[in-house]
């Protein structure tokens, strides 16, 4: 990502879907051609096709242990035990929940631009929202993040909050309502 980007083209190359594995083999050549096309080709495609083979192979590891799973205990013990796995992270971010209080917060930049946030409480349901409306409009430089990534960082911050040992999972996300303005430097 430059430092002095504009637009999502100065930020690398774009693709709207490609087949990039055909029967069970990565189709390099194509990566490589994409990964090296556009006005801004990317930096290192040798590195990024080694990443994507990772997360590749990472995936084909976790089906493989879950179809052993569901071949060992059948599926519907696998998605109970899922389900269960769900739950207990969302009890545990309630827990965090309970100790909680009401706070509002603005982060402000050197550029007089903000990000705030407003956590509010509600004790029947133990759950929260987290509110952040009044959050600078996009910019038009490349310091904007898309929703995702502050979805993830607010995961990331309940799940510090935990006390106990839990997996990471959507379970955690499910007491948390998250209000991102759009077009907001949090949802450009």
Known sequence: MQSGSRTIEEEGVL???MKIVKQGSLCEERLKAWL?????????????????SAQIAA?????????KMVEGF?????????GNVQDNAEEAVRRVIDRLTVE???????????IKVKITIDRNNRDAKIDFMGT???LS???????FVCIAAVLYVFRTFVKSDI?????CLRPLEIVIPVCSLLSP
Not at 36 to 52: L, T, V, W
Not at 141 to 147: D, M, Q, S
């Open 59 to 67: 995936n084909e590891k976790g089906l493989q242990e879950l179809r």
């Open 136 to 138: 600078s409009s996009q």
């Open 167 to 171: 997996h990471l999972n959507a379970g």
């Open 74 to 82: 059948f599926i519907e013990t696998v998605k109970a035990y899922m």
């Open 104 to 114: 509002e917060f603005t982060y402000l930049f050197d550029d007089g631009n903000a």
């Open 141 to 147: 430089n490349n310091f904007n993040a898309p929703a």
């Open 36 to 52: 090296n096309s556009g006005k801004y080709p990317a930096r290192n495609p040798d590195q990024n096709i080694a990443d994507i």
């Open 15 to 17: 693709n709207e879907g």
